[in-house]
C-alpha cells in the first residue's frame, strides 16, 4: 500500500474547480459545504475534512476511501462506497453548462471504480464503471445536464455523487493516495445567459 504507515490513513482530495467561459468574477459563483457524507469510505462527517467552504475552490479530504481484498486497507473493506451532496450556487444570468470530474484512482492489481451523478434527483445516467490495473489513473467524467440550462434565474442546485471503489482478488484501489497527489476534481463551465 503507497505510503500508508506514514500517515496511517489514506487521504483523498476532491478539489472543486471552475473553469469559466464568461467574465463572471469566480467570488460570484461558489460551491457549499459538501454535506450528507454516507458509506463505508466516508462513514460520517468525523472521517472527511472540507476546506475553502462557500468559495470556488472547495477541497474535500477523505480518511478511508479505499477497498482492499487479500492486502491491507484503511477501511478493511473489499469494496467501499461513498455518498455525498454538493450545493452549487448559480450566479443570476448565468448558467451551467457542463461539468467535468476527474478521478485520480490508485491501484495495486486489479479493481474498478463505479460512479452515478444526480442532479435535484434526476440522474444524468445509470452506473458508469471504470476497470482499474496497477498505478495511478485518472478517469474523467464530462457531464452535461438539462437541469441546468432551465433558466437564467441563478439560484441553488444540489449535486449528488454516488460513488464506489473495488479491489480485486488479492488487490487494493483507492479514489486517493496518501501524499495527496491524487484526487477528485470538479471543473464546471458556465454561458452567459
Known sequence: MKSLQ??????????????MSTS???????????????????PGRSTVEVVGENTANLIVLFGQYDAGNGKPSASGLG???????????????????????DWETYTEGRGQLKRKFFLSGRPWNNWQTTNLSSGNRTVRDNLVHASFATGCNGGRYTMRINSQVRANSGSYAAV???DLNNRIIFKIKFKKC
Request: charge should be positive; charged fraction near 10%.
Open 6 to 19: 506514514k500517515i496511517g490513513v489514506i487521504a483523498a482530495t476532491t478539489v472543486l474547480n471552475m473553469a
Open 24 to 42: 463572471a468574477s469566480a467570488a460570484d459563483v461558489t460551491f457549499g459545504s459538501p454535506a450528507k457524507f454516507k458509506g463505508t469510505g466516508c
Open 79 to 101: 469494496r467501499s462506497a461513498c455518498s455525498f451532496a454538493i450545493p452549487i450556487n448559480v450566479l443570476r444570468g448565468f448558467q451551467i453548462s457542463a461539468v467535468t470530474v
Open 176 to 178: 486517493d493516495s496518501v
